[in-house]
């Protein structure tokens, strides 16, 4: 956390809120950089490879769908997969920036640069949220498309104080609401069944058999069907294409992969069969989805950091 000065932290409502930075960002494999005190309350959304990043001292993960919540003052090093680097979006708030100051569309990321313990801006208290807070966000859910928004906003917008208070306003309701829902817990469901789902889960793309679930479990074919009939209401193979089409969605959403690698790695490989069980499900083939509710038109230009040396550069 930041060593400045103490200030008095009020709970959050979000009315004095502001969005004053945002974009998207794709690493590098061998690429490290470190911020040294961010003024902002960081929105970090992983939409795709991985990685992790080192917050005041302590190291977090990164994989796709992680939305990270980062505390105001941070200290934050980014270090992406080798393999797999991270594609990114983030979006800095100030959660009180004072009505009437003049609204400046940047973030402090060290001391001493402009704005730097401006009186202006503060951070707040948002109920749920202090520290480093961890969430998991879908790309067709209302949060996850505000904040593909402000996204376009700052970078193709002129932006508008007014509109970037609003912004902000938004962002820390939806923030709010996602941390307070807590998904009700499914008490009911056998422990194999919880087994199942947690193989289903790791291994979706592989598209698992009843007869490879039957085994993992120690039971017959017709007692894993009627598990998932019982207690979720579909066939097995209808839960796992539904989660094989939800992955598809996200990709759609949050990456520029060409169509038939979206398919491929949502473990539906023919192109045609994927095409056509995604119109069949979805309404939409999977190109008219994306070009409807996508962020982006075209693929994101390359990162203005491509080149910025080790443990420098702004995020």
């Not at 061998?30 to 309350?41: D, I, K, L, P």
């Not at 640069?113 to 202006?120: V, Y």
């Not at 002129?158 to 829902?181: C, F, N, Q, T």
Request: charged letters at 25%; proline letters at 8%; one cysteine or more.
């Amino acid at each position: 956390m930041s060593r400045t000065k103490t200030k008095s932290i009020q709970p959050a409502t979000g009315t004095e809120a502001a969005v004053c930075r945002s974009g998207i960002f794709q690493f590098s494999a061998q690429q490290r950089f470190t911020n040294g005190c961010v003024q902002s309350r960081g929105l970090f959304w992983c939409k795709s490879g991985r990685g992790s990043f080192v917050v005041d001292g302590q190291e977090y993960p990164l994989e796709p769908q992680d939305l990270y919540v980062l505390p105001w003052g941070r200290k934050i090093s980014y270090l992406p997969s080798a393999t797999e680097p991270m594609f990114t979006t983030h979006v800095h708030l100030v959660p009180r920036y004072r009505p009437g100051s003049r609204w400046v569309a940047n973030v402090p990321h060290e001391r001493g640069e402009a704005g730097f313990d401006s009186p202006d801006r503060r951070d707040a208290e948002w109920p749920g949220l202090g520290g480093v807070v961890r969430l998991r966000l879908e790309a067709d859910r209302p949060l996850a498309r505000l904040i593909d928004y402000a996204v376009r906003w700052y970078l193709q917008s002129p932006r508008d104080e007014a509109e970037a208070r609003a912004l902000g306003l938004l962002l820390v309701r939806e923030i709010l609401r996602k941390a307070a829902h807590t998904p009700v817990p499914a008490r009911s469901r056998p422990e194999e069944l919880e087994r199942l789902l947690v193989q289903v889960e790791r291994g979706f793309l592989l598209g698992p058999r009843i007869g490879e679930m039957a085994a993992l479990v120690g039971r017959s074919r017709s007692h894993v069907l009627k598990l998932f009939r019982r207690h979720l209401g579909v066939s097995a193979k209808q839960y796992v294409l539904a989660r094989q089409l939800q992955e598809a969605r996200e990709l759609l959403l949050g990456t520029t992969l060409p169509i038939a690698e979206v398919g491929k790695a949502a473990g539906l490989a023919d192109p045609y069969h994927f095409s056509k069980l995604f119109r069949r499900h979805v309404g939409l083939s999977p190109r008219e989805f994306r070009a409807a509710q996508g962020p982006f038109a075209a693929r994101p230009k390359p990162s203005r950091h491509a080149k910025v040396p080790p443990r420098q550069g702004q995020r």
